[in-house]
């Protein structure tokens, strides 16, 4: 996979079954950037074993394409996001 559309296609499906999968998404934009920082630290360890431990150098397309997946995912919900502190004000 690495021309334009063959990479648009596989976000636009794996977008459609993560949607099936997990159909709500939070409106802490916080907590969804805690899912990319999940699949981008499972893409540079498919890398690492790729690189250092004769992994499959496909696996670390298929992560990426995972976490391409989550910002198209976070993009699509920028307006329901509440962007306010998540501290409560008391110690």
């Given amino acids: 996979m690495h021309r334009i559309d063959e ?11 993560a949607k099936r999968q997990h159909p709500r998404w939070p409106i802490d934009p916080f907590h969804a950037l805690g899912f990319l920082s999940e699949e981008v630290g499972e893409a540079t360890q498919a890398a ?10 496909e696996h670390v397309c298929e992560e990426l ?3 391409a997946t989550v910002i198209f995912r976070f993009l699509m919900n920028w307006e329901r996001y509440q962007w306010k502190e998540a501290y409560d004000e008391t110690d």
């Fill in 65 to 67: 394409v995972q976490a």
């Fill in 7 to 17: 990479i648009i296609n596989g976000i636009l499906e794996e977008l459609e079954s």
């Fill in 48 to 57: 690492v074993d790729a690189a250092y431990h004769r992994g499959d150098p």
